[in-house]
């Protein structure tokens, strides 16, 4: 009896992990897989009609266009978030006092809501009171104020501000925990042998941070690909929906016209999509060398 309790032992201490994903994840994901297989209604009613959602979706040149644009916004932000913490991290990584407080200034935009964050930064572009338009006609990079959410290419601009701002201290602290796990005495090797500051950087910190810097990466990708408050709130999809994501397009149809089968539909599609992401982390962190 004793012996079967014990081998059971492992078991029982991932039971609570297995009921928690099991409730929240597969029983939910299984719910949103069968609706997008009906034409249910937010009004209510809906018969099941297979795999007519995703053949409409699959047709649906808006959700495309609004996958581009969510592909666009993703690829132009991550290098930018990666290329900044990175740097951050190389600057205040060593524990000193002052460089953990800058650590903890640079994070604290991160405790903020993003839709606080929208809604700020959405009043700092504003052409006639906003700082940010004020600050760049002082230095002469503005000859007169700019309506930024007017232009897709601008709202993009200004989104990505916003969100670097945002964000960009998560991805440190995750760099700075990668660079404080490499062992001090390869650096102080490194250091003996005559390696300078920035041989030391390239051929070991960057190595052996390859795993944190594709997690957060991955953070980031997915992030991105999920991105809706800020664009809600900052552009309204403006102009002509031309800053429409993805999520933004599945809850336009799903909660402004009323059709959850198809917005489950589109759903389960950039599901599938961040999966592909999440696979491709996963193959690549096997491959990269560990500490």
Known sequence: MIRALRKSEGFLYVLPALAFVTAFVLWPLAQLVYLSLTDTSLLGGGEFVGLENY????????????????????????????????????????????RQITRGIIFLPVVIGIGSSSLLWFWLFDQQVGMFNRILV???????PAVWFTKADMALLGVTISI???????????????????NGEIGEAALIDGGNYWQRVWYIILPLSLRVILLTTLISVIGSMLAFEQFYIMTGGNPR????????????????SFKLGYGAALSIILTA????????QVILSNRSPSQ
């Open 241 to 256: 929906g031309q800053t429409f994501t993805s999520v933004y397009w599945i809850y336009q149809n799903s909660f402004i």
């Open 55 to 98: 053949v409409k979706a699959f047709g649906d040149k808006s959700f495309w266009r609004a996958l581009e644009f969510t592909l666009k916004y993703t690829v132009f932000i991550t290098p930018i978030l990666m290329g900044l913490g990175f740097a951050l991290a190389l600057l205040t990584a060593p524990n000193r006092p002052l």
């Open 164 to 182: 670097t701002w945002k964000v960009i201290g998560f991805g440190m602290l995750l760099f700075v925990a990668g660079i404080q796990s490499i």
């Open 138 to 144: 002082d230095i002469g990079i503005l000859a007169e």
């Open 273 to 280: 999509i961040v999966l592909v992401f999440s696979t491709l």
